[in-house]
């Protein structure tokens, strides 16, 4: 089975930061990888994801991700934020033959002025 | 841009009764799905549907759940018995190729 880590539960930066969350993941076998952003009272928003190919994934708002294999890692960067990113950010695994997607416990962003 | 819908957006319940949880999924995506969010805790997957019919369930996914596809725009998530513990955010999803799950809103469902 798939397990996801996501090494910080709270991330508080100042506002045209860089910011990086980090996420690991263990699975016997291979995994497609995405990140999610939930804002508050909102649902799920995918802001990328890794399928094959290239190991650098951008996505949406500025934000972009490497996967990491050898270290079995997917940490989502953004090189300068700003407020209307403050949200929780959900790193998630999917068995390339299963249908099923394994969440982190999820790293809450807070990007101050 | 294509939404999944979820209504209602909360509801609230008493315990024992039983509870039905609807979304209309993306029109041209063929797989379906059930997560749920505790407060405080990670998504959990429920439940996974595909060509009417379950493919996949998680521990949690007991004979108190139960999914439906009743016609070809709807999918409900169905709780028979409502527990204190069911309490939480319910979140449908769906996915056509490429594994560009497309999430809904959420159902907030307390138990009291």
């Known amino acids: 089975a798939q397990s996801v880590t996501q090494l910080d539960s709270q991330v508080p930066v100042f506002e045209e930061a860089p910011v990086e969350l980090r996420c690991n993941y263990s699975s016997s076998v291979s995994v497609y990888l995405f990140w999610y952003v939930q804002y508050p009272n909102q649902g799920l928003q995918l802001l990328l994801k890794y399928l094959s190919g290239s190991t650098l994934v951008k996505g949406i708002n500025g934000f972009e991700a490497e996967f990491n294999k050898s270290q079995t890692s997917f940490h989502l960067r953004k090189p300068s934020v700003h407020i209307s990113d403050t949200a929780e950010y959900f790193c998630?695994?999917?068995?390339?033959?299963?249908?099923?997607?394994?969440f982190g416990e999820g790293t809450q962003l807070t990007v101050n002025p | 841009e294509p939404e999944v819908t979820q209504t209602p957006s909360h509801q609230v319940t008493q315990m024992g009764q039983e509870v039905i949880l609807r979304c209309v999924p993306i029109s041209n995506h063929l797989y379906f799905y059930w997560y749920r969010q505790i407060l405080g805790q990670k998504v959990e997957f429920l439940v996974s549907?595909?060509?009417?019919?379950?493919?996949?369930k998680s521990e949690i996914f007991d004979d108190q759940f139960s999914v439906e596809r009743p016609d070809g725009s709807n999918f409900t998530l169905k709780i028979r018995s409502t527990k204190l513990e069911d309490s939480a955010m319910y979140f449908c999803?769906?996915?056509?190729?490429?594994?560009?799950?497309?999430f809904g809103s959420g159902t907030r469902l307390t138990v009291v």
């Open positions: 549907f595909y060509n009417n019919e379950i493919s996949e």
């Open positions: 999803a769906s996915s056509g190729a490429g594994y560009g799950y497309t």
């Open positions: 998630a695994v999917l068995e390339t033959s299963g249908s099923r997607l394994t």
